[in-house]
């Protein structure tokens, strides 16, 4: 009975959905005989309704049959995105190595790998020129794919000179730049075609598919940790730059997944000659619109206090030298330390956006960096030997101090991110972000270009550290110079949307 009563109560509604879609379909029938031939409305609006109806039908099934990280479709363009997120993560593999390359084998002093570490960072402060030159050039007919297999490319011949043929301060200082080139560029790309997929998506599935990006990147990052030292112990530098050569062509292998139509043109020089003439229309055009929004006081004023905010001397390769030279640190305990950075920096953005989001971007930067300097001192304790007579061995101390730092400095810049996406206008938001991101990069060089300035004027080389305490003093104390230029920033950002935070989360790694 109780089944007999189920299958009535089912016909029941199927035939009522039956009358009303009959209803409807007579009554659309009756419009389009009255609107006559020479309306085309309730066409439209029709041929819309079906369109959407199919769409929507078609989504369903392909998120039934396909498989889900994240809130994402894992489909082959989206495994594609997340493979190059996590290529530009594990390439730190190579980090670790590179210095103790400059320093055992080139016989570098840390005035000389800070220039060449500056040097290498240069790539990144041209940001949007990749952007522009992506957009007006299709190479071999489409705009992301071939320039991601052109920089996997690039990469890989970077490292396999720097694991064979490489043997100058000079030849090592072109290939860690062209490599540099290389992960910069296909960065952007990777953007754009994020931000393409995201347009028009609802706020849930835009945070999701940031979060897919973000979290391959910080997992390829924290893969790379601790391989980056135990590698260099085991094998040498040779060996990691020689394997680091292999995870760029991941980059250029993944590209062919990329969903892009190709673009038509027309003959080839003909081509060549109008999108030489649209690149310089469309340059030109960006760079006034840039200039137009940077010179505004809510854009220029904040902008102005991040670069100086970054330009601070930093120590950071005196240390180096000194923690391997003079404390014996091995490349194996420092992948350690490494990997406890890495996951510091998750617990720091964690811990933001927590806790910290409605806290007024002037207190945190005040309370962050000062608390920062005072711990950045705690360096000292470390390189006069005071830690082991409070029974705290060189190793523990190097990996607390690190740790705290990280969170520190994870939880300062997280505002910083959001800051810099609010103040770009509609309209330009992807072309000033960048340019923001490369104004900051630059603040970054500077200082690490004043700090090696530093160390060489306190005479302090791979083997002579009398005066490193004076420099970490000095460099620490120096982080305190920006905060009265504070007001230059927004009293609030606690208004700022989480689309905002979801955005800016890709670029903290």
Request: aromatic fraction near 10%; proline fraction near 3%.
């Amino acid at each position: 009975k109780r089944r007999n009563m189920i299958i009535l109560y089912l016909s029941d509604v199927l035939c009522t959905e039956l009358d009303d879609i009959r209803s409807s379909y007579n009554l659309k029938l009756l419009d389009h005989s009255t609107l006559g031939e020479g309306s085309v409305l309730t066409t439209t609006v029709d041929d819309d309704a079906t369109s959407s109806i199919k769409t929507s039908m078609r989504k369903k099934k392909y998120s039934t049959e396909s498989t889900r990280f994240f809130g994402v479709d894992l489909t082959a363009d989206n495994i594609a995105v997340a493979m190059v997120y996590f290529v530009q993560g594990v390439l730190g593999l190579s980090r670790l190595a590179v210095s103790f390359y400059l320093k055992d084998d080139l016989h570098l002093d840390p005035a000389e790998t800070a220039v060449i570490s500056g040097i290498s960072s240069i790539p990144w402060l041209v940001k949007p020129l990749y952007g522009f030159i992506s957009d007006s050039f299709p190479l071999f007919g489409y705009r992301r794919r071939s320039y991601l297999v052109v920089s996997g490319l690039l990469g890989a011949i970077s490292w396999s000179l720097m694991a064979t043929f490489v043997d100058s301060k000079y030849g090592a200082a072109f290939c860690i730049l062209l490599g540099s080139l290389s992960v910069a560029f296909s960065d952007v790309v990777v953007d754009s075609m994020v931000v393409e997929r995201a347009r028009g998506e609802s706020q849930s599935m835009s945070g999701s598919l940031q979060s897919l990006c973000w979290g391959s990147s910080a997992f390829g990052g924290i893969v790379s940790s601790y391989f980056s030292g135990s590698l260099v112990d085991a094998y040498g530098v040779r060996f990691v730059f020689g394997l680091t050569s292999l995870l760029p062509l991941i980059t250029s292998a993944v590209a062919v997944l990329v969903k892009e139509q190709p673009v038509v043109g027309q003959a080839r020089g003909q081509n060549l000659l109008l999108s030489s003439s649209a690149f310089l229309a469309s340059s030109k055009n960006s760079i006034t619109q840039l200039w137009g929004a940077v010179k505004q006081p809510g854009v220029f004023l904040p902008t102005l206090f991040i670069f100086l905010w970054q330009a601070t001397p930093q120590s950071d390769f005196a240390m180096f030298y000194f923690t391997t030279n003079q404390l014996g640190f091995t490349p194996e305990f420092l992948g350690r330390v490494k990997l406890v950075t890495s996951v510091a920096s998750l617990v720091g953005v964690g811990l933001y956006n927590g806790c910290l989001k409605s806290v007024p971007l002037q207190k945190i930067l005040l309370v962050t960096t000062v608390i920062g300097s005072a711990l950045g001192m705690t360096q000292v304790l470390l390189v006069t030997g005071l830690n082991r007579q409070f029974g705290i061995s060189d190793e523990w101390f190097a990996i607390g101090d690190s740790l705290i730092i990280t969170v520190l400095g994870q939880v300062s810049f997280m505002p910083v991110l959001v800051l810099a996406a609010k103040i770009c206008p509609e309209g330009m938001e992807a072309t000033l972000f960048a340019t923001l991101m490369s104004i900051s990069n630059g603040g970054s060089v500077l200082g690490g270009l004043i700090g090696a300035g530093l160390t060489q004027l306190f005479g302090i080389t791979k083997d002579e550290f009398d005066n490193l305490t004076s420099l970490i003093i000095l460099c620490n104390l120096s982080s305190l110079l920006p905060l009265p230029l504070l007001g230059l920033l927004p009293q609030d950002i606690s208004d700022v949307d989480s689309k905002d935070c979801d955005d800016v989360q890709t670029k903290t790694n």
